[in-house]
């Protein structure tokens, strides 16, 4: 029996491959700058690997590979591994995705890439982990306009895979000049406590004026885990 699930996954794994096509592979760096006194020094805070590419005409893979990071740790075995995904188109307006993701909290400032980002909001420095393994349900009604159910592991903490975070986001414009990140989230701490998260992310574009503005909100709910017995 295990010799013959074995022989499946491999016969599989072999058809992907032959019918996966790589549409981009670049490395992606920063270098920082720092001064202390009469010293000077330059450091690389990121190199990273993206990959991205199709198998058939609905199936889409992404890595992101970071090599400024250990490649393990015991609370996160893909430690240096941002994203390792598979998407599927499986309708015309109807997506879903799986694997190791970014977890959606709402705002421009989760949504910009690593490289992009030196400093965090107070709440986005309190939490356990960026990317995590977990699953997206996604609908376009049109091609301006994305609607998203998303269940991962919790931002609130690395290496429980009994805590969870649930979010509902929609990614839009209101105006041509007016695109938005919108995202209500729910989420388990450690002891089983139940948080909510509201982050509208809004992106005004009108020439110089160009720029994302965050309105966040976040409070507590009854102590239960999202998919404890208590919430049914």
């Given at each position: 029996?295990?010799k013959?699930?074995?022989?499946a996954?491999?016969?599989?794994?072999?058809?992907?491959?032959a019918?996966?096509?790589?549409?981009?592979?670049?490395?992606?760096?920063?270098?920082?700058?720092?001064v202390?006194g009469?010293?000077a020094?330059?450091?690389?805070?990121h190199?990273?690997?993206?990959?991205?590419?199709?198998?058939?005409?609905?199936?889409?893979?992404?890595?992101?590979?970071?090599f400024?990071?250990?490649?393990?740790d015991a609370?996160?075995?893909l430690n240096?591994?941002d994203i390792?995904?598979l998407?599927w188109?499986?309708?015309?307006?109807?997506?879903?995705?799986?694997?190791k993701l970014?977890?959606f909290?709402?705002?421009y400032?989760?949504?910009?890439t690593?490289?992009?980002?030196?400093?965090?909001?107070?709440f986005?420095?309190?939490?356990a982990q960026?990317?995590?393994?977990g699953?997206?349900?996604?609908?376009?009604?049109?091609?301006?306009?994305?609607?998203?159910?998303?269940?991962s592991?919790s931002l609130l903490?690395l290496?429980?895979p009994n805590v969870f975070?649930a979010?509902?986001?929609?990614i839009?414009e209101?105006a041509?000049w007016?695109?938005?990140?919108?995202?209500?989230?729910?989420m388990?701490d450690?002891y089983?406590?139940?948080?909510?998260?509201?982050?509208l992310?809004?992106r005004?574009?009108a020439?110089?004026?160009t720029?994302?503005k965050?309105?966040?909100?976040?409070?507590?709910?009854?102590s239960?885990?999202i998919?404890?017995?208590?919430?049914l």
């Open positions: 029996m295990r013959n699930l074995l022989s996954l491999i016969l599989l794994a072999s058809y992907l491959a019918q996966a096509q790589v549409e981009y592979v670049f490395f992606e760096t920063r270098v920082s700058g720092r202390n009469n010293e020094s330059l450091s690389g805070d190199l990273n690997l993206h990959v991205k590419g199709k198998i058939g005409r609905s199936l889409t893979y992404q890595l992101r590979q970071r400024t990071k250990p490649l393990y609370k996160n075995p240096a591994t390792l995904s998407t188109d499986f309708a015309p307006k109807w997506i879903v995705n799986a694997g970014p977890i909290i709402g705002g400032e989760w949504d910009d690593p490289t992009n980002l030196y400093y965090w909001n107070d986005s420095n309190t939490i960026v990317y995590a393994l699953g997206t349900l996604m609908y376009r009604p049109s091609q301006k306009q994305l609607i998203q159910l998303q269940l592991s903490h290496g429980n975070n979010s509902l986001g929609w839009g209101i041509p007016w695109k938005t990140i919108w995202g209500i989230n729910w388990d450690p089983h406590h139940h948080m909510g998260h509201l982050a992310g809004n005004f574009e020439g110089p004026a720029g994302p965050n309105l966040i909100s976040a409070w507590a709910l009854p239960a885990s998919l404890s017995s208590n919430c």
